[in-house]
């Protein structure tokens, strides 16, 4: 907890899947994380703002709040592979310990290991990290209809879809709707024999 009250959600120590392992932001990696960021094709399939390529200055002095002054109410994680490889990001956002909920999400980042199941570890351990660590009743996350790898894995994972915000997004002279997913305790414990 914080002065305020709040709780602060810190990733401090490493958790590992079967193929990935999460470990807090480190310093020493700032130029992996700068070059997924200046990514346009990541950025198409996770970001609504128009690629913006930002300088390492500024980068630099986002990614150092990030490390140094987390948020209260969000958690990011590097996604390493078992044999140490910096392939990806992880977060969870918008926690509300009143509520028990919150937002989640991966992006891997690393081309050589999309399509190979570290995608479905990674959100394994995410959601293992949101219902069993943080005690969350209810995960959600969002993706753009054209982003079909991302939609596929949610689905995989047990996400329900929502709703839809129509139309929410013009890119490539297109204007493509935003899918809601959610996925509850119930089913996340039922899912893994938990019951």
Not at 20 to 32: A, D, K, Q
Not at 64 to 79: A, L, Q, Y
Request: net charge negative; proline share 2%.
């Amino acid at each position: 907890m914080n002065q305020n009250g709040q709780m602060i959600a810190i990733a401090d120590t490493a958790i590992s899947g079967e193929m990935v392992s999460f470990t807090p932001l480190r310093m020493e990696n700032i130029y992996r994380h700068f070059e997924w960021n200046n990514d346009p094709e990541l950025n198409r399939l996770d970001n609504e703002m128009p690629y913006k390529e930002e300088s390492f200055g500024e980068f630099k002095k986002r990614f150092e709040r990030m490390v140094t002054h987390p948020s209260s109410n969000t958690v990011d994680f590097e996604i390493h592979s078992n044999d140490g490889t910096l392939i990806g990001v992880a977060y969870v956002a918008d926690i509300s310990e009143h509520n028990r909920h919150c937002t989640a999400g991966i992006t891997i980042g690393d081309r050589a290991y999309w399509g190979r199941n570290y995608g479905r570890d990674a959100m394994n351990l995410l959601l293992d990290y949101c219902f069993e660590e943080l005690g969350m009743h209810r995960v959600a996350t969002e993706t753009f209809e054209y982003n079909t790898a991302w939609k596929n894995l949610v689905e995989w994972a047990g996400f329900k879809r929502e709703g839809v915000e129509q139309e929410y997004l013009f890119r490539d002279g297109v204007f493509w709707d935003k899918e809601i997913y959610g996925l509850l305790e119930g089913d996340y414990r039922a899912s893994r024999g938990l019951d």
